[in-house]
């Protein structure tokens, strides 16, 4: 008897959209390995037996390009999302994206649902998805857009694995001085994902949420009253840190911070974009 559980054709079932049968025979065949009975679904054609809308597709890659504008520059960021990394690398289903994100730059749509309704080759960007799902054989889904302004917009795409398209793409916008240091801070947020630019864009309610969080944990740990107040506040220094660009230690020299090194360009990070795929 194969060696698999319940839960691996649950899984595989998940990830292909095929019939609980089809999975169980090809598990059988592959003799419990996952991946091999995923090609061997893949070979008889067994994943068009499930609908497509409810299955996962969480693989894909980030199209992005910047343009000069009215602001000096704008990057856009588009999320293509498929259900394998076997057609994120596939010809038609790039082809297919570099049209999304054209019609996204000239459009200047801001979201999925604008962008949707955007004419390409004479249908719209929606109608063009679901021609690409009935060609690919997967779900296909245009995920979420991005826009950045400034006077001058710097673009990195990283590659997680040399044989996909871009799975992270950073867009930073600064102004004319700021660009210098734009490139080597756009990797820095590739690699450290912060969340805020500064501390002053954190809402108020993840601020309150942090600071309860410190209270409690300090109280748990028995520490005496009176210090308390500077302990909670020290901790949520480290959250401001952690998750502020500006204030995070630069990848490419840790003594110092993301901050410093603008600062020492003379000039300054209007704001910064990232997007990774599925996160």
């Keep these: 008897m194969a060696n698999y559980t319940t839960a691996d054709i649950k899984a595989l079932r998940e990830k292909t959209g095929a019939g609980m049968l089809d999975v169980k025979k090809a598990l059988d065949e592959a003799n419990g390995d996952a991946e091999k009975a995923i ?42 999302n498929a259900e394998t990394d076997f057609v994120a690398k596939n010809e038609k289903f790039i082809e297919f994206s570099d ?21 390409v080759d004479g249908q719209s960007v929606k109608e063009l998805t679901d021609g690409m799902q009935a060609v690919i054989g997967e779900k296909i889904v245009v995920r979420r857009v991005g826009r950045l302004s400034a006077p001058a917009v710097e673009l990195y795409l990283h ?21 210098e240091a734009a490139h080597d801070i756009a990797m820095h947020v590739a690699a450290y994902s ?6 002053e864009d954190v809402p ?15 109280r748990a ?5 009176k210090a308390i ?12 840190k952690e998750n502020c660009l500006v204030e995070q230690a630069f990848a490419k020299d840790p003594k110092t911070t993301v901050g410093k090194v603008i ?17």
């Design 263 to 279: 600062e020492a360009t003379g000039g300054e990070i209007t704001g910064f974009l990232r997007f990774r795929v599925g996160a």
């Design 194 to 199: 912060p969340l805020y630019l500064t501390r």
């Design 99 to 119: 049209k999304v994100l054209a019609a996204a730059v000239e459009s200047g749509a801001e979201d999925v649902e604008a962008l949707n309704e955007v004419s």
């Design 204 to 218: 108020e309610d993840v601020v309150a949420k942090e600071r309860q969080i410190a209270e409690e944990t300090t």
């Design 39 to 80: 090609e061997i679904i893949r070979v008889k054609g067994l994943k068009g037996i499930a609908k497509r809308e409810g299955r996962s597709a969480s693989a894909g890659l980030i199209a992005a390009k910047v343009v000069d504008s009215v602001e000096g520059q704008t990057g856009v960021l588009v999320e293509i």
């Design 159 to 179: 590659r997680t694995n040399p044989d996909l398209p871009a799975q992270v793409a950073v867009l930073v916008g600064t102004d004319a001085k700021g660009a």
């Design 221 to 225: 740990e028995g520490k005496p009253e």
């Design 229 to 240: 107040p500077k302990i909670v506040e020290g901790r949520l220094g480290g959250y401001f």
